[in-house]
């Protein structure tokens, strides 16, 4: 409590609905597997007309915890793209969401006044918006977040798991690799459960590329490497 008022934190509160109470608008930060929990507890300290979002990285499940709330509150997703592997208020960012893209899902249910106060605080903290359905944000954030993390998971357990492996003569290529793998696993169990369908076929395809490759060197086909190479590094100067 004391780092926080001495960092900026007007009020601290014991619970969410306390938190909540009286508040015009509410940013839910919980992880994704609390999403529900919360809005059971926050519904009855809801002012009628509050408008509610929240930053996780899974929308389709979190819009369904959503209904959890009282129908005189309004509900639109939001999901700044931001933020690291490091977590907890010791490593808070003042401009963290500038210059960030940032979703946001309506269902078409809320009203074209909600839809732009939720767009207009977005736009104040500096953020480009994105809006999209919740499938499709699931569909889109697998692809270039949940997988890639997934991967990078996966990539430390295998070199680590090599005989040989020792950190100590690790490169910078291994750390920026691997470098999100260092979130805080239970914060990514819940995520990765709550988008596993578009997850796990993002991982199959990672497992058909590692076989191509695989297969490629066990032959000795340097053609094939060198396409295989190529490819990627095409892909991944386009993200520049």
Excluded: Y
């Amino acid at each position: 409590r004391k780092f926080l008022r001495q960092n900026g934190i007007a009020q601290v509160f014991d619970t969410a609905a306390e938190a909540v109470r009286g508040a015009d608008l509410v940013v839910i930060a919980t992880p994704v597997d609390r999403m529900a929990e919360t809005c059971r507890e926050i519904g009855p300290a809801l002012s009628p007309g509050t408008l509610v979002t929240d930053v996780g990285s899974v929308k389709t499940s979190i819009l369904k915890d959503a209904s959890h709330l009282p129908p005189q509150v309004t509900f639109i997703g939001s999901h700044p793209m931001a933020g690291s592997e490091k977590a907890g208020a010791t490593h808070a960012q003042e401009n963290l969401f500038q210059d960030r893209l940032c979703f946001i899902t309506p269902t078409g249910q809320e009203s074209a006044q909600a839809l732009e106060k939720i767009q207009a605080f977005w736009t104040e903290l500096g953020s480009h918006l994105f809006t999209c359905s919740a499938q499709q944000h699931d569909a889109m954030v697998a692809a270039v977040s949940h997988v890639p993390h997934a991967a990078a998971s996966a990539l430390i357990l295998a070199v680590a798991s090599l005989p040989d492996f020792n950190s100590h003569v690790a490169g910078s290529g291994l750390k920026d690799t691997t470098r999100v793998a260092g979130g805080e696993e239970n914060l990514w169990t819940g995520i990765l459960l709550a988008n596993s369908l578009p997850v796990t076929a993002g991982l199959a395809e990672l497992e058909k590329h590692c076989r191509r490759l695989r297969l490629a060197l066990e032959q000795g086909n340097a053609q094939e490497v060198s396409q295989f190479l190529k490819a990627a590094k095409i892909i991944r100067q386009s993200l520049d």
